[in-house]
């Protein structure tokens, strides 16, 4: 079976072409010069994201596939132009790759960029091939237009926490990986494969709210909810309290949990890699925003919590003491090795 080695760098740019297609609109010139060349006529802002992925911290090969680990990788780059409430573009990719690679296993891998970034409008345009020593590394840098990007420093005392979505199910799904990868190819597990292997950035959500003068604040769930509300609250200066019973969550999160020997902590609250978006919205018009998903066929928001005047989060139980948190959601620096 050919490697890397054998085709060489160029032969693997080649194939890369093969994959990608046209640019979109907004790219005069994608893969095949020094430079992507872009057209940046128009009043909207840009907005740039870079996300690294690298094997053994962010994917597993034992787990997943090669295009199942760049389609996660690249989705989760796209849900930071969703979290601004943009529109991705375009993407640029840079792939360091050992060079005993199995030639289809990298194109694998690169077609799983390719498929996704195509899927939510940013098709790929450009970026580099390096050979790496022993693991795999994928480095994406996306580009996007907002009209008035979302911030996180906008939420202010009064507003209401909502999320798109269900939590939880990341983490449902890396618990059975854990204990029994089998388990997770079974049907009733079909929903946790999904969102494991395929998650969803939430840029329809987003393009359906975008410029909505109730949406203050906003972040996607990368880290955590009760990590990414902390970091809501700190750009805001305002205290957020999340209510644990009104996290919404998929009874397959509950029927991984009965699967397992002990039973893990609870873990919708922490659960990182979610990818919903978590908003900060005026009091009174969660009603109005769902209204506007319904019209574009999307999921409602649900209320989670609320922003108050202080500082900090808190995980607040059903008689509103608050939820000692073994983490918070996932720091590089901080997690196991």
Known sequence: MATLRDIGEFGFIDRIRELVGEPGPGVVRGIGDDCAVMDLSQPDKLLVTVDGALEGRHFRLDWVSPYDAARRSTAGAISDIAAMGGRPFATFCTAAIPAHTCTEHATDLMRGVADTARKYGAPLVGGDIVGAFDRIMIDLVVLGWAEQPWLRSGAVPGDILAVTGCLGESAAAVNLLCSNPAL???????RLRKRFTDPTPRVAEARALAGDPA????????DGLVQDAGHIARESGARIEILAGSIPVDPSCEAAGACLPHRPPWSPATSGEEYELLLAVAPGEIERLNELLAKSGLGALTAVGRVLEGQGVALLGLDGEELALETKGWDHFRAEQ
Request: net charge negative; glycine share 0%; hydrophobic share 55%.
């Open 215 to 222: 949406v203050h604040a906003a972040i996607d769930i990368s």
């Open 184 to 190: 997770l190819n079974e049907p009733e597990f079909a």
